[in-house]
């Protein structure tokens, strides 16, 4: 991923170190253009009771992931903030690499629109749609 050019638009913000993300392992790989990619290796702190991923860590994979796409085609200034995601589990993840690949649909003056897949290698185990509310910048 390479930097935009000076006064196109501004660089993305870097996805937080703090909180929740590095509890989870998330890492933002891929970001630009309205997509971006988060990756993580599946281990016994993601796990639910019943042995399989717990739905919070694909959910928190897809917030993460819109956040960062959108950042990509905003505007100097502006801000977001998730407005709603519904998420739709299709299958279970046990074990290996879980991948999150994000973009944008639509982007509007005040409203972004996101849709996100997570694979558990080349198995597709949840699908999201997401909007996100976009702030002007602060004066």
Known sequence: MTEQAQGAR??????????LIPHIGLEITERGDGRSVGKL???????????????????????TGMGAAVYTVMDEGE????????????????EGPME????????????????????NGDRLVAKALGTYAIFPPRR
């Open 10 to 19: 501004p660089a993305t913000p870097p996805v937080s170190d703090a909180g």
């Open 41 to 63: 290796t599946i281990g016994p702190e993601h796990m639910n009771p019943h042995g399989v991923v717990h739905g919070a860590v694909a959910y928190a994979m897809v917030d």
């Open 79 to 94: 801000s977001c903030a998730t407005v709603e995601v519904k998420i739709v589990y299709l299958a279970p993840a046990r």
């Open 100 to 119: 999150c690949e994000t973009r944008v649909v639509q982007k509007g003056k005040s409203v972004a629109v996101l849709e996100g897949e997570v694979r």
